[in-house]
């Protein structure tokens, strides 16, 4: 079969029939058949589906439901397709004959739907906002404002949080130097499965990222400036997940000891053929089988018969005890909200904010500070634009811009010795050491800036601007600064 892009920018094959090519999995694109009212396909050997035909709802309804999933079927997983067939189920109960699209419907009306339904409450205020923002099927765009505001009851994961629980919550102090030991001294005679949950283990408590998100890596996801430096810098590219699927894969600095890890890893011949034929960096001997690390690395916590000195009971090692723990501690050691959402990658700041908060409970352990680990990406700025210096190409550690396709290098690092800062914010914005150099491109970086300061506005929807908000526009000032004294003959 054969797929090209018509006259009108949509995928047909020799048929006629309609597609739309999906890239939740940047790696690995499919196409989806979009021509019938059922649009059925399958997502991690789970069956995705929706069958527009059955529900009892105006044609005009049906008609933008079709076009909402075709635009987000692009970028998103095949999961909305279920989501969304909850969601009409839903509107389809509570659908009044004399209603003939959604210009019939009431705010009151609205918020009752979205706030007593039981399931798909969120998948429809999105479909609602598409139809609102593309003028379709009478959404009102004010209604769907007004729908974003309003908070869903969830089933309260910030309570584990809230209450340092003891088996998912945070992990104290002592407990992450446990994990820690045993993830940085693998033995010798350790299978492929254990090194993988190992390693998994060990990127996690260094990224603090998503499962989803390291099980997507590339097998080239390791990425290194400049190989034949004496002082190397190592980056792992990791995908975006969740709300964010679709955009680049962003480069997420990472310790010496671990690269060196990944690397020896990835020598070990079965694991590389492996790699070569799933194109991931973490791979599964389970014949085809969807990898589970998650549950993995509990296992092999399990296995290794860790003790809590908290409880005095085998540790629990789970990745979202992983991403608790290294959130606490940047709020801990004064992190903002909006920061924390940075690192976690969470759609919403208010589930960062628990984080936060606490920190005010009388069960609070003693938490190390975290800084170092994740490369000083927020330490205060102090407030100077560019204090470096302009010099030729090739002089001193290569800096480079974290998240584009084709990596850019701006600049170079003139200090000896490890530093702790972030490399490319901190560099720009106050650092007498970075050398920019004259013939890089530093409208790359004025680029990357502008993407990031729109992305960051819109998360905000109106309200203060946050710490990091005003953070890259101090940055971006400072690349600005870097191209006029460029321009002016520094």
């Not at 002592?174 to 499965?193: D, F, I, W």
């Not at 409880?311 to 004064?334: D, E």
């Not at 002089?395 to 396709?405: D, F, K, R």
């Given at each position: 079969?054969?797929?090209?892009?018509d006259?009108?920018?949509?995928?047909?094959?020799?048929?006629?029939?309609?597609?739309?090519r999906?890239?939740?999995?940047?790696?690995n694109?499919?196409?989806i058949?979009?021509?019938?009212?059922?649009?059925?396909?399958?997502w991690?050997?789970?069956?995705?589906?929706?069958?527009?035909?059955?529900?009892?709802?105006?044609?005009?309804?049906?008609?933008?439901?079709?076009?909402?999933?075709?635009?987000?079927?692009v970028?998103?997983?095949?999961?909305?397709?279920?989501?969304?067939?909850?969601?009409?189920s839903?509107l389809?109960?509570t659908?009044d004959?004399?209603?003939?699209d959604?210009?019939?419907?009431?705010?009151?009306?609205?918020?009752r739907?979205?706030?007593?339904?039981?399931?798909?409450e969120?998948?429809?205020?999105?479909?609602?906002?598409?139809?609102?923002?593309?003028?379709?099927?009478?959404?009102?765009e004010?209604?769907?404002?007004?729908?974003?505001?309003?908070?869903?009851?969830?089933f309260?994961?910030?309570?584990?949080?809230?209450?340092?629980?003891?088996?998912?919550?945070?992990?104290?102090n002592?407990?992450q130097?446990?994990?820690?030991?045993?993830?940085?001294?693998?033995?010798?005679?350790?299978?492929?499965?254990?090194?993988t949950?190992r390693?998994?283990?060990?990127?996690?408590?260094?990224?603090?990222?998503r499962?989803?998100?390291?099980?997507?890596?590339?097998?080239?996801?390791?990425w290194?400036?400049?190989?034949?430096?004496?002082n190397?810098?190592?980056?792992?590219?990791?995908?975006?997940?969740?709300?964010?699927?679709?955009?680049?894969?962003?480069?997420?600095?990472?310790?010496?000891?671990l690269?060196?890890?990944?690397?020896?890893?990835?020598?070990?011949?079965?694991?590389?053929?492996?790699?070569?034929?799933?194109?991931?960096?973490?791979?599964t001997?389970?014949?085809g089988?969807?990898?589970?690390?998650?549950?993995?690395?509990k296992?092999?916590?399990?296995?290794?018969?860790?003790?809590?000195?908290?409880?005095?009971k085998?540790?629990?090692?789970?990745?979202?005890r992983?991403?608790?723990?290294?959130?606490?501690?940047?709020?801990?050691?004064?992190?903002?909200?909006?920061?924390i959402?940075?690192?976690?990658?969470?759609?919403?700041?208010e589930?960062?904010?628990?984080?936060?908060?606490?920190?005010?409970?009388?069960?609070?352990?003693?938490?190390?500070?975290?800084?170092?680990?994740?490369?000083?990406i927020?330490s205060e700025?102090?407030?100077?634009?560019?204090?470096?210096?302009?010099g030729?190409?090739?002089?001193?550690?290569?800096?480079?811009?974290?998240?584009?396709?084709?990596?850019?290098?701006?600049?170079?690092?003139?200090?000896?010795?490890?530093?702790?800062?972030h490399?490319?914010f901190n560099?720009?914005?106050?650092?007498?050491?970075?050398?920019?150099?004259?013939?890089?491109?530093?409208?790359k970086?004025?680029?990357y800036?502008?993407?990031?300061?729109?992305?960051?506005?819109?998360a905000?929807?109106?309200?203060?601007?946050?710490?990091?908000?005003?953070?890259?526009?101090?940055?971006?000032?400072?690349v600005?600064?870097?191209?006029?004294?460029?321009?002016n003959?520094?």
């Amino acid at each position: 079969m054969e797929i090209e892009i018509d006259e009108d920018g949509n995928y047909r094959d020799e048929n006629g029939r309609t597609y739309v090519r999906c890239k939740a999995d940047m790696a690995n694109p499919f196409y989806i058949d979009v021509t019938e009212s059922r649009i059925e396909t399958e997502w991690k050997r789970t069956k995705c589906g929706i069958d527009l035909g059955r529900f009892n709802l105006p044609s005009v309804i049906i008609q933008a439901a079709k076009k909402y999933l075709m635009f987000k079927l692009v970028s998103v997983t095949p999961r909305v397709l279920p989501e969304l067939s909850r969601s009409l189920s839903y509107l389809e109960q509570t659908w009044d004959d004399s209603w003939t699209d959604f210009s019939s419907i009431s705010l009151e009306v609205l918020l009752r739907i979205v706030l007593d339904a039981k399931s798909g409450e969120v998948e429809f205020r999105k479909f609602y906002k598409y139809c609102a923002i593309q003028e379709l099927a009478g959404a009102d765009e004010v209604y769907a404002l007004e729908l974003e505001e309003i908070k869903l009851r969830t089933f309260n994961p910030l309570a584990i949080i809230l209450e340092w629980h003891e088996t998912r919550g945070a992990m104290t102090n002592a407990e992450q130097e446990l994990v820690r030991q045993a993830m940085m001294n693998g033995k010798a005679s350790e299978s492929t499965a254990v090194n993988t949950a190992r390693l998994f283990t060990w990127i996690m408590f260094e990224t603090l990222k998503r499962p989803s998100q390291l099980e997507g890596m590339l097998k080239d996801a390791l990425w290194v400036p400049d190989p034949f430096s004496n002082n190397q810098q190592y980056f792992l590219r990791i995908p975006k997940v969740k709300f964010q699927i679709g955009e680049i894969p962003e480069l997420w600095p990472i310790t010496g000891e671990l690269a060196k890890a990944i690397q020896d890893y990835s020598t070990v011949p079965c694991v590389h053929a492996a790699q070569v034929k799933s194109n991931r960096l973490l791979i599964t001997l389970r014949g085809g089988k969807n990898p589970k690390f998650g549950r993995a690395i509990k296992n092999w916590c399990s296995r290794l018969g860790l003790i809590s000195p908290r409880t005095h009971k085998p540790l629990v090692l789970t990745p979202y005890r992983i991403r608790h723990s290294g959130a606490t501690q940047m709020a801990a050691q004064g992190a903002s909200s909006d920061e924390i959402q940075y690192i976690l990658e969470h759609e919403s700041v208010e589930a960062s904010k628990a984080y936060i908060d606490c920190l005010a409970s009388e069960f609070c352990p003693l938490l190390e500070r975290v800084n170092r680990k994740l490369g000083g990406i927020f330490s205060e700025l102090n407030g100077l634009f560019f204090v470096g210096a302009i010099g030729e190409k090739n002089s001193g550690l290569p800096i480079l811009i974290p998240a584009v396709q084709q990596p850019a290098i701006v600049g170079g690092c003139g200090k000896n010795g490890f530093c702790g800062q972030h490399p490319f914010f901190n560099c720009y914005n106050g650092c007498r050491y970075f050398i920019a150099w004259r013939d890089a491109d530093h409208q790359k970086s004025l680029t990357y800036l502008e993407g990031e300061l729109a992305r960051w506005g819109a998360a905000e929807g109106g309200k203060e601007r946050s710490k990091v908000v005003k953070d890259l526009e101090r940055v971006y000032q400072a690349v600005k600064d870097v191209v006029c004294r460029i321009d002016n003959g520094d």
